[in-house]
Each structure stands twice: as structure tokens, then as C-alpha cells.
T-cell receptor, first 112, second 112 residues
Framework: DTGVSQNPRHKITKRGQNVTFRCDPI?????LYWYRQTLGQGPEFLTY????????KSRLLSDRFSAERPKGSFSTLEIQRTEQGDSAMYLC??????????FGPGTRLTVL | QKEVEQNSGPLSVPEGAIASLNCTYS??????FFWYRQYSGKSPELIMS????GDKEDGRFTAQLNKASQYVSLLIRDSQPSDSATYLC????????????FGKGTKLSVIP
């Protein structure tokens, strides 16, 4: 399978705990994106990497969120001190150019 | 504030009919436009991209773009029950930004 992969697919955590998600993009893609989607809404942009550089970050993104792409390949998204409002589907996408973005299966986070 | 507007639906069409999905966007400098299909509980799947005014056809799908009216649409010919899903319109503004802004999606139901 050469598509975008994400792990874990599901995560249940208690409020206040830290969680980390991983995304492996399509191998030749140098751009990687994180989005968040809640029920009934379209995906909302969180952040974007070109190779290892984080070039865009949503102004809506809390300081509790951090993302890395240390070697320009896989990326991690960490949420510290989770809140119930963080419950959502976290989507990763990748692209080889400026345009078409392909999404992974997502990580569904439930904060109790 | 960049906005992408879609009718939430549900839009119901009989099998074999043409489904017409519409989207308007607020940012006049937007350059790239995409339609994603999302089945319930799954991640968005890219089905069409369009960058210049006019029509673009791919199989049963036709995307139409009118930048002057800030309007993009998706036509699905010979609709099938398997086309029943939520269709998301996404816009990239360009101008050095690579994030996609999504509408809330239109839920399509194809009735056998």
C-alpha cells in the first residue's frame, strides 16, 4: 500500500493526558499537512510542512498542539493536556506539489 | 476570513439521474479547487481538481469553475447508490499558502 498511513487509528484517553499521533506520507511527497475534523464539519487546517520545515500553522492552533517532521519523512502531532474539546478525527495529507492533497485514514481521538 | 459555502443537503436523486453539487468561496485570489468524497466514518478521497475557468470532465464527474462568480460545481452523471456520500468542496488560495479551506459538505443520497 503506497498511500498515506496514520497510527493509531483510534485513541481513547482521559482528560489531561498527552497523546501523540504518527503520519507516514506517500513516499515521494515532500509536503505534509495536518487537519482536524469534527462531526458535521469539513476538515480544518492545523499545520503544514515542506520537507522538515513547518511553514504554516493555524492561528486557531492551541499551544498545547505541536507537530514535528524531523527528517522530512514521517510526522508526529502531539496534544498535551488533552481536553474534551480535542475529540475529533485527526487527518494527515500529503502532496508532491502545491496542489492535490491525498488524505490518510485518520486517527479518531476520544477524550473522556 | 476565508469561507467556503455549500448546501448541507441532504440532496436526494434517483439512480441514473444527474446530481449537481454547488460551492461558493469568498477569497477572490483563490487559485485551486477540489472536490472530495467522504463516506461515513472514512477520510476524504480526492475525486476532482480544477484550476482554470470552464469545465473539466473525468468519467461520470464534471467539475465547473467560474472565478468571476466565485463558484465551483460538481456534476455526477448516471448517479449510482455507491455515490451516496458527503461531498466536500475545498479551496486553496495560493499567495504562498498551501492550506485547503473546506466547506461543511453536501450529503448526497442516491435512491435505487
Amino acid at each position: 500500500d503506497t498511500g498515506v498511513s496514520q497510527n493509531p487509528r483510534h485513541k481513547i484517553t482521559k482528560r489531561g493526558q498527552n497523546v501523540t499521533f504518527r503520519c507516514d506520507p506517500i513516499s515521494e511527497h515532500n509536503r505534509l499537512y495536518w487537519y482536524r475534523q469534527t462531526l458535521g464539519q469539513g476538515p480544518e487546517f492545523l499545520t503544514y510542512f515542506q520537507n522538515e520545515a513547518q511553514l504554516e500553522k493555524s492561528r486557531l492552533l492551541s499551544d498545547r498542539f505541536s507537530a514535528e517532521r524531523p527528517k522530512g519523512s514521517f510526522s508526529t502531532l502531539e496534544i498535551q493536556r488533552t481536553e474534551q474539546g480535542d475529540s475529533a478525527m485527526y487527518l494527515c495529507a500529503s502532496s508532491s506539489g502545491a496542489n492535490e492533497q491525498f488524505f490518510g485514514p485518520g486517527t479518531r481521538l476520544t477524550v473522556l | 476570513q476565508k469561507e467556503v459555502e455549500q448546501n448541507s443537503g441532504p440532496l436526494s436523486v434517483p439512480e441514473g439521474a444527474i446530481a449537481s453539487l454547488n460551492c461558493t468561496y469568498s477569497d477572490r485570489v483563490s487559485q485551486s479547487f477540489f472536490w472530495y468524497r467522504q463516506y461515513s466514518g472514512k477520510s476524504p478521497e480526492l475525486i476532482m481538481s480544477i484550476y482554470s475557468n470552464g469545465d473539466k470532465e473525468d468519467g461520470r464527474f464534471t467539475a465547473q469553475l467560474n472565478k468571476a462568480s466565485q463558484y465551483v460545481s460538481l456534476l455526477i452523471r448516471d448517479s449510482q447508490p455507491s455515490d451516496s456520500a458527503t461531498y466536500l468542496c475545498a479551496v486553496r488560495s495560493g499567495a504562498g499558502s498551501y492550506q485547503l479551506t473546506f466547506g461543511k459538505g453536501t450529503k448526497l443520497s442516491v435512491i435505487p
